[in-house]
C-alpha cells in the first residue's frame, strides 16, 4: 500500500490490520508520490531489492483540481496521465509473468464526452507514443471544443483520463508479455479528497 502522506499511510495499514486480525495476508506500506521522481525511484528500487514481483498494479493516482497553484491543467495531467505512466513503465520489468496492470480512469475520459478536436486526435490511425505525449503536454489547445458535462466545465480532468485511456488502449499492450493483463477501470466516485 502506497500514499503521499505517511502518516495517512500507516494509518490505514494499522486499520485493516486490526480489521483483519486472522488474515494470512501481509500488507506493507511505502511511501510515494507519483509526482515526485525521487519517491517513483525509491518505490523502483524497494522491489528491485526486496526480490519481489508484483502481481497486481494498481494505479490509483488521480487528482481532479490543483489546491496548491494556479495551473489546474499541467497539475491533472502530470498526476493522471504522465506520472502514472513513467510510474508503469519503470514497475513492468517487476510484474510477474501473469502479473496485472490496472489503471483507475473515469466515465469521463470516454471518448464521447470528449470534443470532436481531442477524439479526432486521439483516435488517429496515425497516432504515435510521441505524437500521444505531444497531445498531453498541449492538450489546451486541443479541448477548446469540450463539451461542459454536467458540473464540469474545465476539460482537464476529463482529458487527461481520455489520454490514460489512449496509451492503455494503444501502447501499453505491446510493453507487456502475452501473459500479462492490463485494465482501465471506473470503479465509480469515492468519497476521497481528490
Known amino acids: 500500500l502506497t500514499s503521499r502522506n505517511t502518516t495517512l499511510g500507516e494509518q490505514a495499514v ?36 526486496s526480490n519481489r514481483k508484483i502481481d497486481v498494479l494498481i494505479n490509483n493516482a488521480g487528482v481532479a483540481f490543483n489546491p496548491d497553484g494556479p495551473d489546474l491543467g499541467k497539475h491533472v495531467m502530470k498526476t493522471n496521465f504522465t506520472s502514472v505512466v513513467q510510474l508503469t513503465e519503470k514497475l513492468i520489468p517487476l510484474l510477474a509473468e501473469d502479473g496485472k496492470v490496472l489503471f483507475v480512469s473515469s466515465i469521463m475520459g470516454q471518448l464521447g ?36 458535462y454536467g458540473p464540469i466545465t474545465d476539460p482537464s480532468y476529463s482529458a487527461s483520463k481520455a489520454i490514460l485511456n489512449a496509451y492503455v488502449r494503444r501502447f501499453l499492450p505491446a ?13 465509480g466516485w469515492g468519497k476521497t479528497d481528490m
Open 113 to 148: 464526452l470528449q470534443g470532436a478536436t481531442l477524439r479526432e486526435a486521439l483516435t488517429d490511425e496515425k497516432l504515435t507514443e510521441a505524437k500521444l505525449n505531444e497531445i498531453a503536454s498541449n492538450f489546451r489547445d486541443l479541448t477548446k471544443d469540450f463539451p461542459p
Open 14 to 49: 494499522s486499520t485493516l490490520q486490526a480489521k483483519h486480525p486472522n488474515s494470512s495476508s501481509t500488507l506493507t506500506y511505502h511511501q510515494l508520490d507519483v509526482n515526485d521522481d525521487k519517491s517513483i525511484d525509491n518505490i523502483v528500487s524497494y522491489f528491485k531489492n
Open 175 to 187: 510493453k507487456l508479455k502475452e501473459t500479462q493483463q492490463f485494465y482501465s477501470i471506473h470503479p
